[in-house]
């Protein structure tokens, strides 16, 4: 996923980039991201000369997407898939109506846990999946304004 973004600040090998919804966003159904957060913490990996106000091209590799989508989809699956299999084993006269509403019970405990997990300790078990600037696109004659304690430009 690749989008543009306006350089706000730069803090040694990260910066905080004001994404360009039109751009990033256009035809995605994640509406969350988009009402969350306008600006994102972005990792500068090429060691780029960056400044407040420069347009970039950032990126989420796929490998982190990838990633990212296996370790949430996976455990509700294996919860759905456990849950249902330990309902036919305790109960085999049980039918289908049965195991399948013990298997969505499964769902949604597994992803449960795997959000409270992810609560409790996603700092202890962060991986590195922050999406990366790739160019600078350019500064577009944008100057910061800085005003010193007098108030005078």
Do not use: W
Not at 13 to 41: H, Q, S, W, Y
Request: hydrophobic share 45%; net charge positive.
């Amino acid at each position: 996923m690749t989008g543009r973004g306006r350089v706000l600040s730069v803090s040694g090998a990260t910066a905080t980039v004001m994404r360009n919804p039109a751009a990033v966003c256009f035809g995605c159904l994640g509406t969350e991201c988009r009402r969350k957060a306008d600006d994102i913490t972005v990792e500068n990996p090429f060691g780029l000369e960056l400044a407040v106000g420069q347009m970039v091209e950032i990126e989420l590799s796929s490998e982190d997407a990838l990633f990212q989508a296996v370790i949430s989809l996976c455990p509700p699956l294996l919860g759905f898939a456990a849950a249902y299999l330990l309902c036919g084993f305790f109960a085999p006269a049980s039918g289908e109506p049965l195991r399948a509403a013990c298997g969505v019970l499964g769902l949604f405990t597994a992803g449960l846990v795997l959000y409270r997990f992810h609560r409790r300790f996603h700092r202890r078990f962060a991986v590195r999946a922050l999406p990366r600037i790739t160019r600078i696109l350019a500064s577009n004659g944008y100057q910061p304004v800085s005003i010193d304690e007098s108030g005078d430009r």
